[in-house]
């Protein structure tokens, strides 16, 4: 039950803020102004140092809050998989789809939203059980690729992820998707110097623009 309300959050929010940090605490401020700004579904890459903690940590603070949810990206192999879950990720994403980590994430129940960019990919990745397909790059193609790649594969859901902004983010949900991934066009303000409330007004304007793509269907 918890896996499938981890989804429907996730659907439900349209968005997920992909955090890449120099650090745990930078991760944590991030993720920090993302929620405060409206955008409550944050993955938190490993790419980050010590970013066991930064999830750990976010976990404990916003436990009391169900419509928080915290999950791992950049995971590619089942080690890191489980490490993620133990510190308390409740998704989990790849730049490309692995076998390992689809079982260990079936295993625990856990949503496992791998990296895919051709039909034959995601039909894999669908066959091991993957609940959402990250569209990755989401740069290299365009909202129209979703509608084609929808059309055999209906059942697929869909999240670009890279080259998703303000300006494309209706395109993208309009074409089909139940999310997408925002990473540099949201948190680069605070990575270049520290501007944490500009991160919490784009998080705003994307949360607007996902309510402003959905009232237009």
Do not use: H
């Amino acid at each position: 039950m918890k896996k499938m309300k981890t989804i429907l959050q996730i659907a439900e929010t349209g968005i997920v803020a992909v955090v890449r940090a120099d650090s745990a605490s930078e991760a944590i401020d991030i993720s920090n102004a993302c929620i405060e700004g409206g955008i409550k579904t944050i993955e938190v890459t490993y790419t980050t140092p010590d970013v066991d903690l930064a999830i750990k940590e976010l976990v404990k603070l916003y436990k009391e809050q169900s419509d928080v949810v915290v999950g791992a990206g950049t995971v590619l192999d089942e080690t890191t998989a489980r490490l993620a879950i133990l510190a308390g990720s409740e998704f989990i994403v790849s730049p490309a789809f692995d076998r390992s980590v689809a079982k260990l994430c079936n295993l625990y129940r856990v949503p496992y939203m791998p990296g895919c960019l051709t039909i034959g990919e995601m039909k894999e990745a669908l066959t091991y059980g993957a609940d959402v397909i990250k569209l990755f790059p989401g740069s290299v193609v365009s909202p129209d690729y979703v509608k084609a790649v929808k059309a055999p594969l209906p059942q697929a859901d869909i999240m670009p992820t890279g080259g998703v902004s303000l300006d494309n983010i209706g395109e993208w949900l309009q074409s089909g998707c139940i999310a997408v991934g925002v990473g540099g066009n949201l948190v680069n303000a605070a990575k270049k110097d520290g501007n944490y409330q500009k991160v919490i007004q784009l998080a705003k304007q994307y949360v607007n623009k996902v309510q402003e793509a959905r009232n237009q269907k």
